[in-house]
């Protein structure tokens, strides 16, 4: 037998239907077309610019941008080896994003930049539902203001998107991580305390008490959960200038109605935060519950060359979750088009006049399809049906001789004869006049 090829673990194809796959529905090309368009139209109506940065990055920019203790780098990333360059499948946007700011000056064009990108990105995860190896993220990176209304403006963009598609029950869990000065005292304590427990820590909490003691603070793991109710709290480390910007970005938040939850223990996956983190969970997604997640990164541009602090928030939100999100709530998804048109045509001259009025009809703004395989007229009619078309148009050879073609429309089952030279009015009017003509 010859070698067929599949899709490699964890990544899928898009195709024109929705279909199943390792447990997990992929929704039609057209359903995501729809959402891109949902989220392109939400966030531009705060003003965020679309920005596409390459998917392939020097290795550099996530090993500095996000850290090279993170498990997204030290573990989950995709090389590319190249003569003597290694490159990077970005397996986020925020750091590409910044190294694009800072490359092209973006700086000197405006006082701060509203950005916003829509793509894939690659982690080596284990794969299981709703997490993939390549999925797709949305996000909004304000660059260029330290205020606390870039952080609420972020956070109402991103709650925006979800709610204009009816997900508004999502949960916010907000902390502040602080300056990078009240992280290192807190980091200092907290490794006292938990040095004290070593020997009760995980294998893998053992390893972070070292390089990254703050990811404990995460931890799923019901032992340590107890050992952190008596640790120190990062909040009580906070410089006034961290509460006093918490204490704005909450009180925009209450101005905006948009519910939230702090909590203390909130740390994320990636290096670059400094005060404001977030993330935003749904109860629908079982293990992989974050629908979204972002902060502020006000010591980004520095760790990627720039000799002055640019301050930065975002988020970005992972799109094969939010459609979880809408499954699991019965969400009508968009399908694959439907032709307005059929043409039927039997005999090669009525195939060669089926081809050029498809290309009338289409310039006239109609959906056409037409077979391609000499299909009987029985066959023909049952593809259009099963395309779903609005209108099937019937010519053969007697139909060439009067000049006038069957036309069935699909929707009500009336039939009726058309002269050519009026059958693109009376499609188009029938169409326009939809299936209660
Ligand atoms: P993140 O939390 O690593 O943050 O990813 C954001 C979202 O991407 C997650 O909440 C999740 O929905 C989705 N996601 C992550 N990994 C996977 C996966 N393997 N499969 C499916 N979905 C996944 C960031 O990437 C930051 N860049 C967010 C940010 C923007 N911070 C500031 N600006």
Redesign the pocket.
């Known amino acids: 037998m010859k070698q067929t090829f599949r899709s490699i673990k964890g990544t899928f194809d898009i195709l024109p239907d929705r279909y199943e796959i390792d447990g997990s529905v992929v929704e039609a090309s057209a359903a995501w077309v729809e959402l891109e368009q949902t989220i392109r139209n939400v966030l531009s109506r705060f003003l965020f610019a679309e920005i596409r940065p390459p998917m392939l990055e020097e290795l550099a920019v996530f090993e500095r941008g996000v850290g090279e203790s993170t498990d997204?780098v030290s573990k989950e990333m995709f090389t590319v080896p190249r003569l003597r360059e290694t490159y990077v499948l970005r397996p986020?946007?925020?750091a590409s994003v910044m190294r694009a700011y800072l490359q092209h000056r973006l700086d000197q064009r405006a006082g701060s930049q509203r950005l916003f990108y829509i793509g894939p990105?690659f982690?080596a995860?284990r794969p299981q539902k709703?997490?993939?190896?390549q999925?797709h993220?949305f996000?909004a990176?304000f660059i260029g203001s330290s205020d606390a209304r870039a952080d609420a403006e972020i956070i109402a963009a991103m709650i925006a998107v979800y709610r204009a598609l009816g997900i508004s029950d999502g949960r916010l869990r907000l902390n502040s991580l602080g300056s990078p000065g009240a992280r290192t005292r807190y980091k200092s304590a907290l490794q006292a305390y938990l040095a004290r427990y070593e020997s009760d820590l995980s294998e893998t909490s053992r390893q972070r008490l070292q390089s990254n003691p703050l990811r404990i603070l995460d931890t799923k793991d019901e032992r340590e959960r107890k050992l952190l109710d008596e640790a120190p709290r990062l909040t009580g480390f906070l410089e006034p200038d961290d509460v006093a910007h918490f204490d704005r970005l909450t009180g925009f938040l209450d101005d905006l109605s948009i519910p939230f939850q702090i909590d203390p223990l909130l740390v994320?996956?990636?290096d670059y935060y400094s005060r404001t983190a977030f993330?935003l969970e749904s109860d629908e997604l079982g293990a992989?519950s974050?629908?979204?997640?972002?902060?502020r990164?006000d010591g980004l541009a520095e760790v990627l060359g720039s000799s002055v602090p640019v301050p930065g928030?975002?988020?970005?939100?992972?799109i094969?979750?939010l459609f979880l999100a809408l499954q699991s709530r019965g969400a009508h998804m968009a399908a694959q088009a439907k032709p307005d048109v059929f043409l039927v045509a039997l005999g090669s001259t009525a195939e060669r006049w089926s081809v050029r009025h498809a290309q009338e009809l289409r310039d006239a703004h109609l959906s056409v399809a037409f077979d391609t395989l000499g299909r009987s007229m029985k066959a023909q009619m049952k593809e259009a049906n099963r395309l779903g078309a609005a209108m099937a148009v019937i010519v053969g050879e007697q139909e060439l001789e009067t000049r006038t073609a069957l036309v069935r429309d699909m929707r009500v089952g009336e039939q009726t004869s058309v002269p050519f030279d009026q059958l693109q009015d009376y499609v188009t009017r029938r169409i326009r006049e939809g299936s209660s003509a």
């Open positions: 997204i986020e946007i925020t990105c982690r995860e709703g997490r993939f190896r999925f993220q996000g990176e994320r996956g990636l993330e992989q974050a629908l979204a997640g972002g902060g990164y928030v975002g988020f970005a939100a992972g094969e979750r």
